[in-house]
């Protein structure tokens, strides 16, 4: 557990101390201000649903970009040989960097905080049901883009390379969502891709709605994922 | 010999084989590394230097055969044994975006350091490897120099027993390399140090013991002394002479005891420099002196250049058989 601290804190460290970690906040919070704005300028709705539906798709490419130095940039520099000589198992490792990454995800989400209060200040009453569970639902996809961001990133040395494998497989995983339209006909594969889809159950979430079987199907994802990773890094040490 | 009186082993590497594919890198190394001693590891390039020592420090498993370090198996006990090592590779990986102390104590850290314990430690360490200065900068504005003092202060911040050094004086300046080959000495008085180089001198210099590597296989271990004095071998002998080249030539090689002569022209009008090979244990450089002034020419250089461990290595590694020429 000290070990997993230990590398998320320095990770942590890492984004805070370099420009890319601001640049990628400034530029979330300024395109998903638009979201924000223009759902309510059409609606007239005190609602973040705007923001909500901006902000995932925002998050589909900044978890990989977020996440693609974590074990690339160790590679490139050597840097992992001595991780892996240091009296540290592989899954402290995995656990370590994700940790440092998810700090930062959450610290961007914290800095809308002023959406919200703006519907409060506006003269609105907005439910807050569907902001908590909209919240919610952000760090759980959150949590299951940067696993699969963290996976890329343990594959490749190059950085680029690695955030375009981990946006190439987000990207699927949402095509994968919009397959079920063109399966009509054939019953199991509708209802699976249903079951799996991102965009129904991201709208759950924007409803007001936590439901298990998501929480679960995104866990599930993101431990996958960090499990991967993590033997991705072993299998280093048999080349 | 009994168990007290014996030397306990701090590295134990027992027929370890390692397979890139088919390319075996590494075949039936075995040696032993005593609690303080300092092991030189000699070997050309592509010797299978640094895949041994990423072996001995746990990064890859070997293909066959096993490791213990300080009393612990490397495969079944990792993390215990790997506790006890502090490991500088070759290419001294650091963390640019870090500064010295930072880097400093997230290595020791991870290598369960903390509290006062850890600050005081890391402190002695930035003042061992006179780093003062530079303790709050970024490790990215240091020179290749310091970075390698970095490299060996995370090595050995966790005051491991073990400290396996991969071509510790590689790429850095003259000066430096002065001080760092000092700085593996002292180390050497409370660490058991296997290091790797392809400077012989310098393994001369620093270590009690060398294991020359060539292809994979141990070609000797031995002291630098005895592997010296092993293969002997022909004395060899350098002569500056001013003089007609031919008959200065030609007159050193009818000297007994002399095998053969090598003579260059050089830049010098007039003067002949001479390389000589003659049969061990027998001096015959006064002899030489002698035949050279009686003939009244000058002899401006006679300089006995003895059996280099350079010369072990190279004959060592490239299969040459001096004894047979003799």
Known sequence: MRNILTIARKEAQTYFGSPMAYVIAAVFLAVSSVFFISDLQSTELARLTGFLFGAIVLLTVIAPLLTMRLVAEELKLGTLELLMTAPVREVEIVLGKFLGAFAILFAMLLLTWFYPLILKLGGGEPDFGPVLSGYTGLLLFGSAFMAIGLLASCVTSNQILSAVVGLGLLLLLWLLSAAGALVQNVEWAKGLLGYISLTNLYVDFLRGVID???????????????????????????? | MTTSTAPQVMIGVEHIYKRYGDFPAVEDISFEVYKGEVLGFLGPNGAGKTTTMRILTGYMPPSEGRVTIAGHDMFTESLAARKHIGYLPETVPLYTDMTVRAYLNYQATLKGMKGAHKQARIDDVIHRLRLED??????????????????????????????????????????????TRQLIKDLGKDHTIILSSHILP????????????NEGHVAAMDTPENLSSRLGGPDHLRMTVRGPAREVAALVRDQAGVITVDANNTAYEGVVRLEVICRPGRDVRPQLAAAIVNHKWDLLELQAIGMSLEEIF?????????????
Not at chain 2, 202 to 213: G, H
Not at chain 2, 314 to 320: G, H
């Open chain 2, 134 to 179: 530079y303790a709050d900068s970024h490790i990215s504005k240091l020179s290749k120099g310091y970075r390698q003092r970095v490299g060996i202060g995370q090595a050995i911040v966790h005051e491991p027993d073990v400290l396996v050094l991969d071509e510790p004086t590689i790429g850095i300046d003259p000066i430096q390399v002065v001080e």
């Open chain 1, 212 to 239: 298990t079987k998501a929480v679960v199907f995104l866990a599930s994802i993101t431990a996958t994922m960090l499990f991967a990773a993590t033997r991705a890094i072993e299998a280093r040490r048999w080349r």
């Open chain 2, 202 to 213: 310098e393994v001369s210099m620093i270590c009690q013991r060398v294991i020359i590597i």
């Open chain 2, 314 to 326: 190279l004959r060592l590694t490239t299969k040459e058989d001096y004894d047979a020429d003799a």
